[in-house]
């Protein structure tokens, strides 16, 4: 018994030890986190706010993964990494809101659509791109609409 329970211990610490390295190992470090509501003044239930989340993840110096997500049904997860020189930090990670006609002062009428993602890599290069979260919606719109 004393020494099941020795085993057991010991299997226990070595997996505690273990899965921690192995869960951070796939999605990296986060180096940026930036979520928005295009609706959140707008509507009157909890349940109804649509949230925007672009996040920067880092596993390993030279490589990063941008990843973008939404709660809305209208959205399909995005995720590309890109090749960039050591860590990555905070202030090396932007992102522009814009809404749907390209402002940047979002209204009910016309509220935040696209996040437009700048990584600043250490040799001084930038990656940018446009991600949509409106994309899906704007296709069925155009789908439901008869033809002229």
Same mark, same amino acid.
């Given at each position: 018994m004393m020494r099941l329970r020795t085993v057991a @211990? $010991? #299997? %226990? #610490? $070595?997996c505690s030890l273990a899965l921690p390295g192995c869960g951070a190992t796939p999605a990296g470090a986060v180096v940026f986190e !930036? @979520?928005?509501s295009p609706n959140e003044e707008y509507v009157s239930s909890e349940e109804d706010v649509v949230y925007y989340t672009v996040r920067v993840t880092q596993a390993a110096p030279g490589t990063a993964t941008v990843s973008a997500e939404s709660n809305s049904g209208f959205f399909e997860p995005v995720s590309y990494e *890109? !090749?960039?020189d050591g860590r990555l930090s905070a202030d090396d990670v932007s992102? !522009?809101? @814009?809404? #749907?006609?390209g402002g940047t002062e979002p209204s009910e009428d016309d509220q935040i659509a696209v996040a437009e993602v700048s990584v600043r890599a250490g040799d001084g290069s930038s990656y940018e791109r446009k *991600?949509? %979260?409106v994309t899906r919606a704007l296709e069925m719109a155009a789908e439901a609409t008869p033809s002229a």
């Open positions: @211990t $010991a #299997l %226990f #610490l $070595a !930036e @979520t928005v *890109i !090749e960039c992102v !522009e809101w @814009t809404t #749907l006609m *991600i949509s %979260f």
